[in-house]
């Protein structure tokens, strides 16, 4: 059987690989999201510090005697100050003409109207700030006088937060790709289980058992399960045409064969002449041979058939013998040989008895066969730790000298078996039965006299 099966990538590996790729890049946005969220969240809440900063600045601006008096209050800067020690800058011009603070500081542009103050960010000193301007007018000896304010911070406060906050959504993305890959796995295994339970309950079956597949499954998998369904339907079908073709067949065969032979020799008695009397002879014994030759092919196609598909059963092999001698005495009794079998322990022993009482039925035929005349055959079973053999000792011919090993295959005779109808099979069947058993069949010729010794052995399962 070919049991090559070109296997692609395994769907448990696709389903982990999908799924963790998604979780990873769930994780990645998740990160992202709360990332620029966090810095989104840092620069509004240093904006809103800075713009009422500047109002506090811009409100602190008085006219006095005639002149523009700003006088800073602590507050105004006060309000600015956080744990990362941020230098804070400021800039005040009237009628963009500086008046006080640092005089280089840019500001911010857009400013549109006295409420609203623009935002910028920019670099100062080698620094990141963040600036705010904000303008205020003022009327200064009846003329109108716009006061502008620009305070500016630097950022390393809100970086060093966003920094924390990067770092707790990094450990949360790690832990969440964490969950994730155990869910993935367990989703994967509990995915690919009815598969599995499927496949592992169809090659736990003997190969006889050929029911449906009836235990529930994924709807997704009733495809799949229902073809292989009726595969097995058409299986069973097809095995047991093939069976009843066997049956049929040799029966086909040999009645008719053995009608022939039957006229053939009333005809032998009938007729007086010896060229007609031996013509008919040979006309028996070539019907002889062809009614051996299609029972034993169709033996062997039986027995072919069946070691694909063992029936196991435990049995007593002891019992099986003692039939087949029954069975076959009349027939040695006819040479007037003595089959030699005592009954002794039960031997049990799992196998296809069918099978095995043709192997031994065939070389029980085969010591008949090429045995003189009042002689014996003895057959002993005996048990070992490992399994069990029957073997047959007889007094005849014994096997060629030659190519042993060859007997067993199909269709080949000894140059021993001249004068005796055959077609080279019973050999072939048996050891192919006690190969299928995982068994063996050793063909010897006696070392004490004359005659083979042949040893069926059948291991223990
Ligand atoms: N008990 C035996 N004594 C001597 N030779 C044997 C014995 N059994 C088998 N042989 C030899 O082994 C050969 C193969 O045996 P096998 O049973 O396969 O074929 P066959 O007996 O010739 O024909 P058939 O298919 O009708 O059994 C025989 O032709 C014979 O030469
Ligand atoms: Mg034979």
Known sequence: MNDHVTATRSIRRRLIVRLLASAAILA?????????????????????????????VLDAVTVQDGALNVDIPYSAFSMLGNISDDRVFYRIEQNQAYLTG?????????????????FATEQYLGEDIRLVTASRKLSLNNQPVVVRATIA??????????????????????????????????????????????????????????????????????????SLNQFIGRLKKSLSQSEEFIAEAAHRVRTPLATVRMQAEVTLRRVERDENREALREMIRAIDESSRAAGQLLDHAMVTFRTDHLVVES?????????????????????????????????????????????????????????????????????????ISLQLIDQGI??????????TDRFVRGSNAQDTIGSGLGLTIADDVANAHGGSLELKNNTEGVGACVTFYLPLR
């Open 315 to 387: 049995f007593d092999f002891q019992v099986l013998v003692d039939e087949l001698v029954t069975r076959l005495r009349p027939i040695a009794e006819l040479k007037e040989i003595d089959l030699g079998w005592q009954m002794g322990k039960p031997a049990l022993i799992k196998g296809d008895a069918i099978l095995i009482q043709n192997a031994v039925r065939k070389l029980i035929d085969n010591a008949i066969k090429y045995s003189p005349t009042e002689s014996s055959i003895k057959l002993t079973l005996s048990q070992g730790r490992s399994g």
């Open 102 to 118: 640092y005089e280089d500081l840019p500001f911010a542009e857009g400013l549109t109207t006295e409420s609203q103050p623009a």
């Open 28 to 56: 990645v946005i998740l990160f992202l999201v709360v990332q620029s969220f966090g810095r989104q969240l840092g620069q509004e809440s240093q904006d809103n510090i800075l713009a009422a900063s500047v109002t506090s």
């Open 398 to 407: 014994g096997f060629p000298e030659k190519d042993f090993e060859l007997l």
């Open 153 to 226: 911070q630097t950022r390393n406060g809100q970086k060093q937060t966003l920094r924390q906050i990067s770092q707790t959504v990094l450990f949360l993305g790690i832990g969440f790709f964490a969950i994730a890959m155990v869910l993935t796995f367990y989703a994967a295994q509990s995915t690919i289980g009815p598969l599995r339970r499927l496949a592992a309950s169809v090659s736990r079956r003997g190969p006889q058992d050929l029911r449906p597949v009836e235990s529930p499954v994924p709807s997704e998998m009733v495809p799949l399960v229902r």
